[in-house]
């Protein structure tokens, strides 16, 4: 495929969309509780969670969910997407989706944020 048929393929507006998909599926299931406290517990080895901190993390996460796509957080994604065609993200880009969901979480779990 030559970079016009790519670029005809992934306009900008669609890659987006696609991380926006991409993200949004990954917050919606961390706004399920069943999914959320265990996961905190096991990652973050908090042996108990207030259901205060729970509802404050539900609740950026709902912010979250409805805010615009950080391009610059995610534009190594975009470049791979607009270079190779590929809407994979297998190629090492899970990372970034899980970054974004991190800061929400450490800033309530009282973790400082790299």
Request: hydrophobic share 40%; charged share 30%.
């Amino acid at each position: 495929m030559n970079s016009d048929t790519l670029q005809s393929l992934w306009t900008d507006e669609r890659i987006l969309d696609l991380v926006r998909k991409l993200r949004n599926d990954l917050i919606k299931d961390f706004l399920d509780e069943r999914i959320l406290v265990p996961w905190l517990k096991d990652r973050y080895q908090v042996p108990d969670l207030s259901p205060v901190k729970v509802q404050l993390i539900r609740k950026e996460l709902k912010t979250l969910l409805i805010s615009p796509v950080d391009i610059h957080h995610y534009q190594s994604l975009i470049e791979h997407v607009r270079t190779t065609g590929s809407a994979g993200i297998s190629g090492g880009y899970e990372p970034l989706f899980y970054d974004e969901l991190t800061r929400v979480f450490r800033r309530y779990l009282y973790i400082d944020v790299d």
